[in-house]
């Protein structure tokens, strides 16, 4: 069956670090990934798409990576604030039915001073 | 957020009774998305719509059903609801079907008494 992993342990970074957040798929062949924020009460908020033949995405402070031969997902945040502190989400295209996302579970991000 | 809006924010009802959960976007976006999220299940798509009179199953189905009359409001109706349906409820818009971002309302956090 389709899976979509991410870690369900929250992650606990020092202010001014690098965090790295993973996304790993089985049984999907997406054509794109997104990665969202969420922060506690409030929905989703969109942050990058990257496609299946990009291996590399940045804005600002964030990077993505997309390797479809590990069927894997990388997102970092560089010099990490405590106002990254959120859950941040990947989301890839339903197979064959662009218009759908599936989503995984997210990773909660804690910076701390 | 991106011009879309869910009403009611909150409710509380009973076991059987109907609920119709409403979302309304000030976008003109075509695609309009109907997601339910729980802990450790993550974002569920529920229904969503392509069109005016245009909808589609997603993931967990069961027990909902969607209406859309005009571009800007797709309305969720749970004909009787019933505990398993507590949950946050959250619309989400997007202006094409591929390679495009989905924008979250501010969810609807319903409890099914």
């Known amino acids: 069956s389709q899976k979509i992993e991410q870690n369900s342990e929250a992650l606990n970074i020092q202010e001014g670090k690098t965090a790295t957040l993973t996304c790993n798929y089985t049984n999907y062949s997406p054509a794109y990934l997104q990665w969202y924020r969420q922060d506690p009460g409030r929905g989703p908020v969109f942050l990058l798409l990257i496609r299946e033949n990009e291996k590399e995405k940045r804005k600002e402070r964030l990077k993505v990576t997309f390797d479809t031969t590990l069927k894997q997902s990388l997102f970092h945040i560089t010099a990490s604030q405590p106002a990254d502190s959120a859950t941040y989400l990947c989301?890839?295209?339903?197979?064959?039915?662009?218009?759908?996302?599936?989503f995984g579970t997210g990773t909660r991000l804690q910076v701390t001073l | 957020d991106a011009g879309i809006t869910q009403s009611p924010r909150h409710k509380v009802t009973e076991t059987g009774t109907p609920v119709t959960l409403r979302c309304h976007q000030t976008?003109?976006?075509?695609?309009m998305y109907w997601y339910r999220q729980d802990p450790g299940h993550g974002l569920r798509l529920i229904h969503y719509?392509?069109?005016?009179?245009?909808?589609d199953k997603g993931e967990v189905s069961d027990g909902y059903s969607v209406s859309r009359s005009k571009t800007e409001d797709f309305l969720l109706t749970l004909e009787s609801a019933t505990s398993s349906q507590t949950s946050v409820y959250f619309c989400?818009?997007?202006?094409?079907?591929?390679?495009?971002?989905?924008?979250f309302g501010p969810g609807t956090r319903l409890t099914v008494l």
């Open positions: 976008e003109n976006h075509r695609y």
């Open positions: 989400a818009i997007s202006p094409g079907s591929s390679y495009n971002e989905q924008f």
């Open positions: 719509s392509y069109g005016v009179k245009d909808t």
């Open positions: 989301a890839l295209d339903a197979a064959g039915t662009a218009s759908k996302l599936t």
